[in-house]
């Protein structure tokens, strides 16, 4: 019997499983294998260890939480925030989670469909006050929805991230960014085709969802995301709010270029909070994975339910995406996971659909970043021999 795509995860995420224990270091013991490097992968950077890995690359700092079991197995932070002024990274350091941003976004509009404040197939445009999506000529009467906004298969034609804007910038409204109007340094977002159609990665279709919510709710974005998210999850280092508070503009990591060099500006400012604003840490991101498996598993969770967990799980359309989250297999193994890269920053996170484990990885490196968040996620997966993970 063939099953569709949808299904085939859907079974994947009913079946849940004990953890693996194919490989069960304690906390200690793992760092220790992780930070070694030379495993039986093999190759010039698995193995190196750590410091030299991070010399080698130019990046200036990290900070990595690990996911076994469903609760943080453990999180360490390493090098520096400022390549300038060499003050430590510590786990409470905030760094740009850029495009990460999106599911966390995904978790408020599923919450609010979970409170019955709004339906997920519905016509953005009966949640729009301050501006009208205009669908496509031959859309055929086809409402671009939350849902496929979310999944990136609205019809979006943007296709582009956001360069963010120095500290001194005048910051257009999102109104200004969606019909392209200065101060925006992007153009419009538009939609030439009908949705569910095909799939293009979409900033633009984020920004629509972030005029939905503050339209729907009448509050600011970054305190709707405070209440709805960040506080039940007891991300106490993590925020929305654009630009940066005061209160944290010390904490937080600068960025660099991909050789390791600090920028010119300590880091650009997002208006486009939804897609690319979130200020995180890695333990903050391990604790929002973690209430997604939850959720999915035994109905724990403390921002979704499991139906709705499981709409976020489950893939939208045409495309690879859920409601928020990218999804994959890798061997037997269902996983889902979403990367960001903002100007000096790369970030990456990922958790197993149903045996409790995953990473989250922050840097503040443009580039040599992501080389490196590569390599500690494969190191992981090897140490705790997830599937999927190269023998």
Not at 44 to 65: R, Y
Not at 97 to 104: F, G, H, L, Q
Not at 238 to 248: H, V
Request: one cysteine or more; hydrophobic letters at 40%; aromatic letters at 8%.
């Amino acid at each position: 019997m063939m099953i569709n795509r949808r299904e085939a995860v859907v079974t994947g995420i009913a079946a849940l499983t004990t953890p693996c224990r194919a490989a069960s270091p304690g906390p200690e013991e793992s760092i220790a294998l992780v930070e070694r490097g030379g495993g039986a992968r093999g190759g010039e950077l698995a193995a190196l260890s750590i410091d030299l890995l991070m010399q080698k690359l130019g990046v200036p700092g990290m900070s990595m939480a690990v996911i076994r079991d469903w609760k943080i197995h453990w999180s360490k932070s390493y090098g520096v925030r400022d390549a300038a002024s060499r003050v430590p990274v510590t786990p409470d350091t905030p760094f740009q989670a850029a495009s990460i941003s999106k599911p966390v976004t995904a978790m408020a509009v599923l919450r609010l469909a979970q409170a019955g404040r709004l339906r997920l197939d519905d016509d953005v445009n009966a949640y729009l006050r301050h501006w009208t999506l205009k669908a496509c000529a031959g859309c055929k009467g086809k409402p671009v929805t939350p849902r496929s906004l979310m999944g990136h298969v609205a019809g979006a034609d943007d296709g582009f991230g956001f360069p963010g804007y120095p500290p001194s910038a005048p910051l257009p409204t999102i109104v200004d960014i969606l019909d392209g109007r200065p101060p925006s340094v992007t153009g419009a977002v538009s939609f030439t085709r009908p949705p569910y159609e095909t799939y293009k990665y979409s900033g633009g279709s984020y920004v629509v969802l972030q005029q939905m919510l503050t339209d729907l709710t009448g509050r600011p974005f970054a305190e709707l995301m405070r209440d709805l998210v960040l506080k039940p999850l007891a991300m106490e280092s993590s925020t929305f709010e654009q630009p940066l508070p005061s209160k944290l503009t010390a904490l937080a990591a600068a960025a660099h270029s991909a050789d390791g060099k600090r920028m010119d500006q300590p880091w650009h400012v997002y208006p486009e909070q939804s897609a690319a604003g979130l200020w995180t840490t890695a333990a903050d991101l391990a604790a929002m994975v973690i209430d997604v498996q939850r959720a999915v598993r035994d109905d724990s969770g403390k921002v979704l339910r499991r139906q709705m967990a499981r709409e976020m799980l489950s893939p939208i359309g045409v495309g690879p995406f859920g409601a928020g989250f990218r999804l994959t297999a890798l061997g037997d193994g269902w996983y889902f996971y979403h990367g960001g890269s903002n100007w000096g920053f790369e970030a990456h996170v990922r958790g197993h659909l149903n045996k409790g484990y995953g990473v989250a990885i922050m840097t503040n490196a443009q580039e040599s970043g992501a080389t490196l968040i590569n390599e500690m996620g494969s190191r992981v997966a090897e140490v705790y021999a997830w599937d999927g993970a190269s023998k």
